[in-house]
Nanobody, 115 residues
Framework: QVQLVESGGGLVQAGGSLRLSCAAY????????KGWYRQAPGKQRELVAV???????NYADFVKGRFTISRDNAKNTVYLYMNSLKPEDTAVYYC?????????WGQGTQVTVSS
């Protein structure tokens, strides 16, 4: 069994920064931790930033220039550095991964940005 565990969410003022972490635990053989999605109340889950290959990334337009995704393969951990946060960034942020074609999701971490 494998788990994706997010951490680092919280309450921050507009213009502030947060760092989210996602670590894979358990039977991590063959696990690919890809990146981050988010879901705001009443909205569909949407892509934030993901690794599309070992060296390539894909960012949603609304976070380009503000968020950065990185990873530490030795720790099986993916990070999301969020700067210049806006109230519209308020959402539950989910870590996404896969084993083969089987998708994996974390439990989510709440990010709340106050104006």
């Amino acid at each position: 069994q494998v788990q994706l565990v997010e951490s680092g969410g919280g309450l921050v003022q507009a213009g502030g920064s947060l760092r989210l972490s996602c670590a894979a635990y358990g039977n991590i053989f063959g696990i690919n931790v890809k990146g981050w999605y988010r879901q705001a109340p009443g909205k569909q889950r949407e892509l934030v930033a993901v690794f599309t290959s070992a060296d390539s990334t894909n960012y949603a337009d609304f976070v380009k220039g503000r968020f950065t995704i990185s990873r530490d393969n030795a720790k099986n951990t993916v990070y999301l550095y969020m700067n210049s946060l806006k109230p519209e960034d308020t959402a539950v942020y989910y870590c996404n991964g896969a084993r083969g074609f089987t998708p994996l999701w974390g439990q989510g971490t709440q990010v709340t940005v106050s104006s």
